[in-house]
């Protein structure tokens, strides 16, 4: 029987870097995934699929040059489904081939098949094809990530009442669509088809979005969602979704509307894909969502075993994903000098998109800690101006005791890119001088750290 210094179940971000991580440390890794190719939810039908996605509708339908040429402009008139999943094709194809070369680089083998513990030492490798191999490890990463909660009593038939995963498998796009659960992923998706003229109506039981965000930042995004004909049902609760005929489907609500649409997708929540692990055999449990409950180390209640990623639930994104299990392979080998970070940012790709760093006003209202704003509007930059943005928003927030950056919220083109400057500003103990005193690119969006440092500046001095 084969035998490992690391086994990494599950080849999403979290294994993919927990077993690069092992290898550079010079350890004998190896990963197990069950797809016949490497890359998680993450390369197949998340992260990548759904911003490449939303990278073509953005092109295709000429949304970002709409503030220069009017409401009207379209790149392309009619758009189907074979104009976005070519993108999609060469984007993912290309992901692939940089991962596999990445772990063959590093000398990380994958092993296919399904794995299950037999005890905490040994797993079952079970392939498709019926075979079964055994392995022993003297550390696992268990990096499984989750799925799509998929409630008793909706009928999903992956044609017409879709999960995230069924939504990329569209044979036609829908003229209209109801979204059920504004999180994340259904803001997102939302906010994307309704750019492709495509009526959608957004679902939800919580009577408002998005309520880790900024208020004011989500306040002109369902501004944006209203503009685009988005119409939000808030505070609704499903009741039952069925067939309507061959070509619709029938949302009822339990305050009694009846929506119909061409499409359903169902956003719901996630749940962890331990199901096949057989985990108690090597001494876990999971929760009601069937994650796995970790310490700081990443480290689980059978101490040579290690989770990451999204089956030890939020953040639940590739990006904290990535760096769990660069973090939890640093532990198992005893390499304490791998730092957690302080901060980490949120993104949210919807259209327009999204971001944050730190801490909320809602936040620091809470805690009691005095703080000052500064709002700069992308439109007020020269940048802004030559592309024609209509909206857009960057706010900071700063100490009143000694100016300190505390938190960063943008809303707008490129914002999940401009927080950067913010998260680096804001990791490093940077405060409201930085900015007033610095030189940046002219003309840039970037700009408007300037113009919201200034904006702080003044209501301190007013
Ligand atoms: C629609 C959508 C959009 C998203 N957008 C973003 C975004 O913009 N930014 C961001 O940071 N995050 C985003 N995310 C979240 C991101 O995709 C996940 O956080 C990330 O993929 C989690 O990584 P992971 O390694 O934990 O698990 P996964 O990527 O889920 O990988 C787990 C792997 O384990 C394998 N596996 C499971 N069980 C077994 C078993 N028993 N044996 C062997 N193999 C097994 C699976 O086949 C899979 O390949 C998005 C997610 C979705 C669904």
Redesign the pocket.
Known sequence: MQNFELLV????????RAAVQAAKLGRNVAI????SV?????V????I???TLREAVLYLTGWDQRGLYGRDYRLKTKLTIDDLTQRLNITLAHEIEVMQHQLRRNGVPVIE????FMDPHHVRVTRTDGGVEEYRAERFVV????R?IRPPGIPFDDERILD?DGILRLQRLPRSLIVVGAG??GV?YASIFSTMDIKVTLVDGRPTLLDFMDRELVEEFVHHLRENGVVLRLHETVASVERDGEDHVLTRLESGKRLRADVVLYAAG?IG?TY??DLERAGLQTDDRRRIKVDERFQTTVPHIYA????IGFP??????MEQ?RLAACHAFGQDVCATPSHFPF?I?AVPEMSMVGMTEQQLTDRKVPYEIGVARLRETARGQIMGLQEGMLKMLFALEDRRVLGVHVIGEDATELIHIGQATLILGGTLDYFLENVFNYPTLAEAYKVAALDAWNRLSG
């Open positions: 179940i599950g080849s999403g971000p979290a294994g993919q197990i995934e069950r797809r490497v890359g998680g939810v993450s197949h039908t998340g992260t699929p759904s911003k098949g399904t794995a299950s990096a499984v990530g989750s799509p995230s994340v992923i997102e996630r894909c096949d692990l990451a990623g999204d089956v639940a994104l590739a990006s904290t994903s299990g993104g790709y």
